[in-house]
């Protein structure tokens, strides 16, 4: 139910680049979306919003219009404006387009021409753990773990699922709670909790998320947050930290809580300390809710689309000392969620929430 691209009126009344642009990120942010992409293609651009995680076509500029737009962008993001041969990366402050965000920019060749996309950073818009929207039984597990004073949360799920708007709501919880010193380490910081301690990888300068966490730990947090686990030293220091009284959250990259923890086995060859360090694994993807206004069928809330928001589908799995002697001499086959990802899905179609398309999109399979 995707609507097709048009020409927008705005762009007709005025050439004027700076408020094309403002004009967009207003529309954007309107809207909901969480990036705005440009694309040049010959004697064209194509301007598409994401919207709930999918790309959704919205208007065409064209060239001599869009290439001033992207001299704007790059003006405002302290970037080369002539350089279009090679990626640049910068951020426009919410002040300089009068947004309610800050902006991430990336640009990239491509055969067609340049690719410009803008990150909309809400950095007042940190979730509860209620907004969340998780089940509740999900919602239970996580905040049993954020009362603990040790142990080791992963979240896994592809990118787009959801795994940092969970991180910003159990740092937000942890810093209504109080009396902890908290810790993240994060590439980059989306949004600013007051009461934690944020910092931000530079890997061109050498401080990748490894030697972070290891000097991290020096400054004495109770709770350190590891914005991804992508190495083994990362793997380990989290482990170890976990098992020497601090509470760490992460994030690493698998397809369910079984593969998560056939990551981490691979990745630390002290089983029994990945056993005895992870708390509880959470398993999230998102799923596209249908839009109220018109109950799928495509309004301009929705931008025709037939949704507007998402929901997370969600499977978790507390680890028991039953599941640890299993971990520990990595007798993993049998090791599943209850209820599982599929259950959580086949439970939004259910309740009218979702539909089956949407389930098909984001899992590949049917919910029955």
């Known amino acids: 139910?995707?609507?097709?691209?048009?020409?927008?009126?705005?762009?007709?009344?005025?050439?004027?680049?700076?408020?094309?642009?403002?004009?967009?990120?207003?529309?954007?942010?309107?809207?909901?979306?969480?990036?705005?992409?440009?694309?040049m293609r010959g004697q064209k651009a194509e301007i598409a919003f994401r919207l709930d995680g999918v790309i959704?076509?919205?208007?065409?500029?064209?060239?001599?219009?869009?290439?001033?737009?992207?001299?704007?962008?790059?003006?405002?993001?302290?970037?080369?404006?002539?350089?279009?041969?090679l990626p640049q990366d910068g951020r426009i402050e919410r002040a300089d387009l009068?947004?309610?965000?800050?902006?991430?920019?990336?640009?990239?060749p491509t055969v067609t021409g340049e690719k410009i996309v803008l990150r909309l950073f809400n950095t007042a818009a940190t979730k509860t753990l209620a907004e969340l929207d998780f089940p509740e039984h999900a919602h239970a597990e996580l905040e049993h773990f954020l009362r603990q004073t040790s142990g080791l949360l992963l979240l896994t799920g592809p990118a787009g699922s959801g795994k940092t708007?969970?991180?910003?709501?159990?740092?937000?919880?942890?810093?209504?709670?109080?009396?902890?010193h908290i810790i993240t380490v994060e590439d980059p910081a989306e949004q600013i909790v007051p009461g934690v301690m944020q910092t931000e990888v530079n890997e061109p300068r050498g401080l990748d998320f490894a030697k972070a966490a290891r000097h991290l730990l020096r400054q004495d947090p109770q709770v350190l947050v590891i914005g991804e686990i992508r190495d083994e030293e990362t793997a380990n220091i989290a482990v170890?930290?976990?098992?020497?009284?601090?509470?760490?959250?992460?994030?690493?990259?698998?397809?369910?809580c079984k593969g998560v923890f056939e990551r981490l086995l691979v990745m630390c060859r002290d089983h029994s300390a990945v056993a005895s360090s992870i708390a509880l694994v959470v398993n999230q993807r998102l799923a596209r809710r249908l839009?109220?206004?018109?109950?799928?069928?495509?309004?301009?809330?929705?931008?025709?689309?037939?949704?507007?928001?998402?929901?997370?589908v969600v499977e978790c799995l507390r680890?028991?000392?039953?599941?640890?002697?299993?971990?520990?001499?990595?007798?993993?086959?049998?090791?599943?969620?209850?209820p599982s990802l599929a259950d959580g899905a086949h439970a939004l179609v259910e309740a009218g929430l979702t539909n089956e398309a949407e389930i098909r999109r984001v899992f590949g399979f049917e919910h029955a």
């Open 1 to 39: 139910m995707r609507h097709k691209p048009t020409h927008d009126a705005s762009v007709e009344k005025t050439d004027n680049a700076p408020e094309i642009l403002e004009n967009l990120v207003h529309r954007a942010e309107h809207a909901g979306a969480s990036d705005i992409h440009i694309q």
């Open 56 to 85: 959704s076509p919205i208007e065409e500029l064209p060239e001599t219009t869009a290439e001033r737009v992207i001299g704007r962008i790059k003006f405002l993001a302290r970037l080369k404006t002539y350089q279009e041969s």
């Open 98 to 108: 009068s947004s309610e965000n800050d902006i991430r920019v990336a640009t990239y």
């Open 165 to 180: 708007t969970t991180i910003y709501a159990c740092l937000r919880f942890l810093s209504e709670l109080g009396g902890r």
């Open 240 to 256: 170890r930290a976990s098992l020497t009284g601090h509470l760490v959250i992460s994030t690493l990259h698998a397809g369910s």
């Open 291 to 312: 839009c109220k206004n018109c109950s799928g069928k495509g309004c301009e809330t929705c931008l025709h689309t037939g949704y507007h928001g998402r929901l997370p």
């Open 319 to 338: 680890v028991t000392d039953d599941l640890r002697r299993h971990v520990a001499s990595r007798d993993i086959e049998k090791l599943s969620a209850k």
